[in-house]
């Protein structure tokens, strides 16, 4: 059956491009029909299974710590404690039961996406689609900086909620538009138009005023320095073309992030970054603004008290209120940490799976890197490099708790943990493009 298998990868597709657009799916409607979307499609895989005889799942190892989390989430459930008003571990029953549905939802998604695409031309349509809609976001997000506040008056966040989220976003389609970018692998009339893709993304996340995101987007810069200096693309590639592509991505990003700025102006960027000594702490709690440091010497009590399980998955926003020490107006939904949040919610259990999924990704992503074929390197390289920035990013807020943005993220990974030995993939040379 082809034609199911080319729906299948077809809706994997739009769901990668449609994803972002209603707020990066964080609404209750929008992400219901996520999960449909979702369903529908493994409901085609499995009359896909039926008619060819088998159930082909592509033998990914990141989806075992993601199971793991699905249990600690089913456990989190159970009527095991009668702490007070409540007769689980989790804080909000219904809550975690909707993190569950959603985590499942996406495990689905993992094996979907590493089953159905595994050649290297559907690598490649899936590459150019996340590069070209982050190309168009973030044009959309510089767009915004322009229009009159009468007309527009979200600001920069391009369809986003916010600005760390929109940011978040672009910084994983930079890692794989640098990557091919420095690649030798497009033709050279094309270079022009690539450098000017990595300036515009690079102009979005400027503009969004993320702090959070222009940090990541230099760790990118390092990291895939990094990774391109020891690696070997081509058998019998000597020492001086790697370096010289290491310092191409440093200087490369360097550039464009400087052009982004003097292009798009980097006053929201600046006046953001000046905030951090601008009022004291005392300030901060008597206007109720909620700073970062504020909400993790808050948090950290609540990992104490719950050490093994956590609090329950997608539960934070209740726990948080019994140790929040403000007057309660303002609302708190995250950590703002997504490593911390993980440990409060999952618990050190939680934590050390996520560490688990962490280690794997780049283990596997630095071995399938090894490869003689430069396309396909480079899209392992600028998978890992977008996945990198988000980790890094992750630290300062919680863009993997965003529908999309975990969606692609999820995506990035199975793009850079593709088995080297797999049997469907004939190892083939990309026409230059």
Same mark, same amino acid.
């Given at each position: 059956m082809v034609i #199911?298998?080319?729906?299948? &990868? $077809?809706?994997? @597709?739009?769901?990668?491009?449609?994803?972002?657009?209603?707020?990066?799916?964080?609404e209750v409607w929008s992400i219901t029909t996520w999960e449909l979307w979702i369903l529908a499609t493994a409901l085609l895989w499995g009359i896909y299974a039926v008619k060819e005889g088998k159930l082909q799942i592509a033998a990914n190892p990141l989806v075992l710590p993601l199971l793991a989390l699905l249990v600690i989430a089913l456990v989190q459930l159970l009527p095991l404690t009668s702490a007070g008003d409540r007769h689980t571990i989790s804080y909000d029953a219904y809550s975690t039961l909707q993190a569950a549905i959603k985590l499942?939802?996406?495990? #689905?998604?993992?094996?979907? &996406? $590493?089953?159905? @695409?595994?050649?290297?031309e559907r690598r490649s349509l899936v590459v150019k689609t996340i590069i070209w809609l982050a190309f168009v976001l973030a044009l959309v997000g510089i767009g915004q900086k322009y229009v009159s506040k009468a007309v527009w008056q979200r600001g920069t966040f391009g369809p986003f909620v916010n600005s760390n989220h929109f940011a978040g976003f672009l910084e994983m389609g930079i890692g794989l538009a640098v990557a091919l970018l420095i690649s030798q692998n497009i033709r050279r009339e094309r270079i022009a138009i690539y450098a000017c893709v990595v300036l515009v993304l690079c102009g979005g996340v400027v503009v969004s005023g993320s702090r959070g995101g222009t940090l990541s987007l230099m760790a990118e810069a390092v990291f895939l320095a990094l990774v391109a200096w020891p690696g070997r693309s081509k058998k019998g590639e000597g020492r001086g073309p790697l370096m010289r592509r290491a310092a191409t991505a440093v200087v490369l990003f360097a550039v464009?992030?400087?052009?982004?700025?003097?292009?798009?102006?980097?006053?929201?960027?600046?006046?953001?970054?000046?905030?951090?000594?601008?009022?004291?702490?005392?300030?901060?709690?008597?206007?109720?603004?909620f700073d970062r440091s504020t909400i993790w010497r808050t948090?950290?009590?609540m990992i104490k008290d719950h050490p093994i399980l956590g609090v329950g998955l997608g539960a934070y926003q209740f726990a948080y209120t019994r140790y929040d020490l403000s007057s309660g107006q303002e609302r708190l939904e995250q950590a703002?940490?997504?490593?911390?949040?993980?440990?409060?919610?999952?618990?050190?259990?939680?934590?050390?799976?996520?560490?688990?999924?962490?280690?794997?990704?780049?283990?596997?992503?630095?071995?399938a890197a090894q490869t003689h074929d430069p396309r396909r390197r480079a899209i392992v390289i600028g998978s890992l490099t977008g996945c990198f920035a988000i980790a890094v990013h992750s630290f300062v807020d919680f863009n993997?708790?965003?529908?999309?943005?975990?969606?692609?993220?999820?995506a990035l990974a199975a793009l850079a943990t593709v088995s080297r030995s797999d049997r469907r993939e004939q190892e083939s040379r990309f026409e230059e493009e």
């Open positions: #199911l298998d080319k729906i299948i &990868f $077809a809706s994997l @597709v739009l769901l990668l491009a449609l994803t972002p657009l209603p707020y990066g799916t964080v499942l939802v996406l495990i #689905l998604f993992f094996l979907l &996406f $590493a089953t159905f @695409v595994q050649t290297n464009m992030l400087a052009g982004s700025m003097w292009l798009v102006g980097s006053d929201t960027l600046v006046e953001k970054f000046s905030q951090l000594s601008a009022q004291t702490p005392a300030e901060l709690q008597e206007g109720e603004n948090t950290v009590p703002h940490n997504d490593y911390l949040q993980i440990v409060t919610d999952a618990g050190v259990i939680g934590g050390v799976v996520a560490l688990v999924f962490l280690v794997l990704l780049f283990a596997r992503g630095f071995s993997l708790q965003v529908t999309s943005n975990a969606q692609l993220f999820l």
